[in-house]
C-alpha cells in the first residue's frame, strides 16, 4: 500500500545511546517532516526537508539530526538520547502542501 | 508566523448527540487548513482540508467543517456522533505556498459515551 513507513515502532534506548529513525514514502513527494508527539503538546515540528538536499530545523530541532537520504528517505538520529526524547516520533510528507500523509509512528522510550 | 488553536481540551458527548469542535488559527497570509483524526495508538489520518472556494467543506465519516475568513475559525461538526469516533482530533494551519509547513493545534479529545 502506498504511504509513509517508518521503523521502527518501538524502542528502548538508555540515556546517552544513539539511534535513528527511518522514514520511507512511495508517493513521489518533495516535502517531508518529522514531528515529536507529547501528551498535552499536539505535534512539534523538529525538522523538515522541503525538497531532495535540503533540510531546516523546525521548532524543536535540540539533540536531533537529520538526513535526506534521497527522494523517498528522511532519516531522524538522536546522537546522545536523553529521557526528555521519551515521545512518539511521526514522520510526514506531502507533495504541493494539499495534505500531509503521516506514518504510524514510533515510540520511544529513554530510560 | 501562523499559530493554531483549539479551543476544548476534552468534549465529552453522548452517541447520537451533534458535536462541534472548535479551531481558530492566525496567519498574516492565505492558509491551507486541515482536520486530522488520531485513534489510539496510530498515525493521523486526514479527514478533511480546506485549500479554496465553498467555505463549507466535507469529509470522511460524516464530517464537516466551515471555513470562516472574518472569524479565522474553521471548526469541526458531525450531526451525530458514534461511539467509534472517539479519538483526538487535530486542527492544522499552513501556506498556501512556499514550504508548506504545517503548523498542528494540541489536539481535542472527542469521547463519545453510550
Known amino acids: 500500500n502506498a504511504g509513509v513507513t517508518q521503523t521502527p515502532k518501538f524502542q528502548v534506548l538508555k540515556t546517552g545511546q544513539s539511534m535513528t529513525l527511518q522514514c520511507a514514502q512511495d508517493m513521489n513527494h518533495n516535502s517531508m517532516y518529522w514531528y515529536r508527539q507529547d501528551p498535552g503538546m499536539g505535534l512539534r515540528l523538529i525538522y523538515y526537508?522541503?525538497?531532495?538536499?535540503?533540510?531546516d530545523k523546525g521548532e524543536v530541532p535540540n539533540g536531533y539530526n537529520v538526513s535526506r537520504l534521497n527522494k523517498r528517505e528522511f532519516s531522524l538520529r538522536l546522537e546522545s538520547a536523553a529521557p526528555s526524547q521519551t515521545s512518539v516520533y511521526f514522520c510526514?510528507?506531502?507533495?504541493?502542501?494539499?495534505?500531509?500523509?503521516f506514518g504510524s509512528g514510533t515510540r520511544l522510550t529513554v530510560v | 508566523a501562523q499559530s493554531v488553536t483549539q479551543l476544548d481540551s476534552q468534549v465529552p458527548v453522548f452517541e447520537e448527540a451533534p458535536v462541534e469542535l472548535r479551531c481558530n488559527y492566525s496567519s498574516s497570509v492565505s492558509v491551507y487548513l486541515f482536520w486530522y483524526v488520531q485513534y489510539p495508538n496510530q498515525g493521523l489520518q486526514l479527514l478533511l482540508k480546506?485549500?479554496?472556494?465553498?467555505?463549507l467543506v466535507k469529509g470522511i465519516n460524516g464530517f464537516e467543517a466551515e471555513f470562516n475568513k472574518s472569524q479565522t475559525s474553521f471548526h469541526l461538526r458531525k450531526p451525530s456522533v458514534h461511539i467509534s469516533d472517539t479519538a483526538e482530533y487535530f486542527c492544522?494551519?499552513?501556506?498556501?505556498?512556499?514550504?508548506?509547513?504545517?503548523?498542528f493545534g494540541r489536539g481535542t479529545s472527542l469521547i463519545v459515551h453510550p
Open positions: 492544522a494551519v499552513s501556506r498556501s505556498g512556499g514550504s508548506y509547513i504545517p503548523t
Open positions: 480546506y485549500l479554496s472556494g465553498s467555505t
Open positions: 526537508s522541503a525538497s531532495e538536499g535540503t533540510t
Open positions: 510526514a510528507s506531502t507533495d504541493g502542501g494539499y495534505g500531509y500523509t
